[in-house]
């Protein structure tokens, strides 16, 4: 066997301990950060802020109705977002024929990812809010995100796709099923973990985004019910809009710090449910 040098040994020692040097900064980082959130925000957080709506007659500080919020705007943006990303994902991936079309359409996807949020509410009030008939609601916020969430879908379920082995294809058409029959139960099932991590992406840039949910879903605490939610002109602040707002505008950090923790609780667990999902699906 050829001996490597004692340069070459020495170089890879540095190397990896960069790279373990690296990794325990952004780890205490990350732990520092999510430490420090639930060290503001827990002492804070209480049923009654949970159970009811702001009232400054009865001095409470509820977020019942942006939780609610919250939960409106996530479904509405997941059912509208996941067929049309997902088909558009297929498309590209098992159907376009013109290799020069589908390489400007992942270019235009990669570069609708980088766009700041601030332009997509803009675009989203003049199309949405005064254009259309939806006017400030959560509709019109929903959509809004759609646009913003529509690229990071279809580029992951593209790759994920992309993944599949042609064997897996050919077999399939060699047995006799049709195409769409073949990428139904064949490429979609060995696809679904991309699917899944495009859906729990999405649901973080969802939950997270307060600029462009400001100028199309508006900043009503006001509880709205499942049928109104979808319905014109019902405005709703989401727990993003309502921790900008008791951050910047009212200056109650205490608050603030107390949604941020819901924020991260109600993460984790629309990632653990989607992973979930995933392996019943797979199973």
């Not at 639930?38 to 209480?46: A, E, F, K, T």
């Amino acid at each position: 066997m050829r001996k490597i040098s004692v340069k070459r040994q020495l170089y890879a020692v540095i190397m990896k301990a960069l790279m373990y040097i690296a990794v325990g900064i952004i780890i205490l980082f990350f732990i520092g950060l999510i430490g420090y959130i639930l060290y503001r925000g827990i002492p804070y957080v209480s049923v009654e802020l949970l159970t009811t709506k702001p009232s400054l007659i009865r001095g409470t500080n509820g977020i019942l109705p942006n939780i609610m919020n919250t939960l409106y705007i996530i479904i509405m943006t997941l059912i509208i977002v996941l067929p049309i990303g997902v088909g558009s994902a297929i498309y590209l991936n098992e159907y376009a024929k013109n290799k020069k079309i589908v390489g400007v359409i992942e270019l235009a996807a990669e570069t609708l990812s980088g766009i700041p949020s601030i332009i997509y509410g803009l675009v989203g009030m003049l199309i949405f809010v005064q254009f259309l008939p939806f006017g400030t609601s959560l509709i019109a916020g929903a959509l809004t995100l759609v646009i913003m969430t529509l690229p990071t879908i279809i580029r992951t379920t593209q790759e994920s796709l992309k993944t599949v082995p042609q064997s897996y294809r050919e077999g399939s058409l060699a047995l006799g099923s049709g195409k769409w029959y073949m990428i139904r139960s064949v490429v979609l099932p060995s696809s679904i973990d991309g699917i899944i991590t495009g859906c729990i992406l999405s649901v973080g840039r969802i939950v997270g985004e307060s600029a462009a949910l400001l100028f199309t879903a508006g900043m009503a605490n006001e509880m709205i019910s499942v049928l109104q939610a979808p319905m014109p002109n019902h405005a709703g602040s989401t727990l993003s809009v309502a921790l900008y707002v008791y951050a910047k505008e009212r200056g109650e950090f205490d608050i603030a710090f107390s949604i941020a923790v819901i924020l991260l609780i109600l993460t984790f667990i629309i990632n653990l449910s989607a992973k979930a999902a995933a392996k019943k699906i797979n199973k």
